[in-house]
Each structure stands twice: as C-alpha cells, then as structure tokens.
C-alpha cells in the first residue's frame, strides 16, 4: 500500500521557470491538500480539493495552481517559480470518517535561486 | 488573523517528565476537529491525538492527552513521561468546513520540544 506518494523528493528551479509536483494516492481519498513549510511558519495550506472537479484555495494561493482531474492525483503547479516559493512542499490526503486524519506524503524540497 | 495560536515556539522538559504544549484556535463552526501532529527531524508527518468539537471527554492516545477546554478554545497536548524520542516539533491543527463543501485543514505555526536527559 502506497499511501500517498509525491514526485520528485528534491528539485532547483532558476526563477521563472515553471514545474508540476505531482501527488497521488491509493487510497481513494476524497480530500486532498497542498501545504507549504517555512521555517517558524508551520504548515501553510496553498490550495485543497474536497473531490475531483472541485478546487479551491487555501492560506497561500498566489503562483500556485491546481486540479482534479481523478480522484488519485492532485498536481501542484509552479507557473512561474520565485525565491519566495523555496520551501518544503507536503500533500496530504484524507477521507470522509469521523476524525477526517490527514495522510502525508514525503514531502518535496524546493529550492528557486 | 492565526485561526491556530502555538506560543511556544521552544519547551525544554527533562526526561519521564510531562509537558503540555499549548495551542488556541479560532472558528466560528460549530463542528469542528483539532489534531496534533509530530514531525521529528526526519520530516515525516505523525499523527498523534484527535478531539471533536462536540466530544465531551478529552481524548487519549497511550502518553498523549488532549486537554480541550471549548470555551477558551485551546487544546493542549500533553505528554506524559517524556522520552528522548519525544523532541521534535509538535504541530496544532484545525478541520473546520470549507467553502466548496467538505472541510479544510490548517495549523499552527508549531511547537519544538527538546526533551533532557
């Protein structure tokens, strides 16, 4: 059982280059999300997906975006990568019980020089 | 404004003590869930402990407790009988409904737990 799986691990951009990271998952999650991680920042929610079809943005959605196209796969797009964006990227999935737990993937480190 | 409040950016605790790390929150739904989450230095992502918005007992998970007080709206963890592999950063998190239907989880900006031997 795979879990959730996110590609590459690691990836530089040079600024304003463009890039996709992929998420996807096994499980046949209904919810996912994007999150970002700087430092001192915690956990910042980019954009989330509550079905295929159905997008919409989180805490930070500027210079990224997003779609649902099935159900497994929740791509992150960098349309024109900055500085700002150098971060670790994690996609997490979840399903419609009762405590709703998010199940991450590994993360990606992303450095834009 | 943070919907998650974590003010302790660091604790020290020696070990096979317990510590409680501190988080607030802020919604305005009346269903609603708070996690804590732990992230050792390997990055990964663990899930700890959950407490509904209308559980009446605070929840449990071996040496995790939730100590949810609704009308202050906080929902600190504590651990007791700290272990050397306790330190890590601890994150606070809120599901609460999201605009398109469903729900949306966001977190705190965490709290860095050094456990002493």
């Known amino acids: 059982n795979a879990g959730v799986t996110q590609t590459p691990k690691f990836q530089v951009l040079k600024t304003g280059q463009s890039m996709t990271l992929q998420c996807a998952q096994d499980m046949n999650h209904e919810y996912m999300s994007w999150y970002r991680q700087d430092p001192g920042m915690g956990l910042r929610l980019i954009h989330y997906?509550?079905?295929?079809?159905?997008?919409d943005q989180g805490e930070v959605p500027n210079g990224y975006n997003v779609s649902r196209s099935t159900t497994e796969d929740f791509p992150l797009r960098l349309l024109s990568a900055a500085p700002s964006q150098t971060s670790v990227y994690f996609c997490?999935?979840?399903?419609?019980?009762?405590?709703?737990?998010?199940?991450f993937g590994s993360g990606t480190q992303l450095s834009v020089l | 404004a943070q919907k998650i409040t974590q003010t302790q950016p660091g604790m020290f605790v020696q070990e096979k003590e317990a510590v409680t790390l501190d988080c607030t929150y802020d919604t305005s739904d009346q269903s609603y869930g708070l996690f804590w989450y732990k992230q050792p230095s390997s990055g990964e992502m663990i899930f700890l402990i959950y407490q509904g918005s209308y559980d009446e007992q605070n929840a449990t998970e071996g040496r995790y407790s939730l100590n949810f007080q609704k009308a202050r709206k906080s929902a600190n963890l504590v651990i007791s009988a700290s272990q050397l592999g306790d330190s890590a950063m601890y994150f606070c998190?809120?599901?609460?409904?999201?605009?398109?239907?469903?729900?949306?989880?966001?977190f705190g900006a965490g709290t860095r737990l050094f456990v002493k031997a």
């Open positions: 997490a999935s979840s399903f419609d019980g009762r405590v709703k737990k998010l199940f």
């Open positions: 998190a809120m599901r609460e409904s999201a605009n398109t239907g469903g729900f949306k989880t966001i």
């Open positions: 997906s509550v079905g295929a079809g159905i997008t």
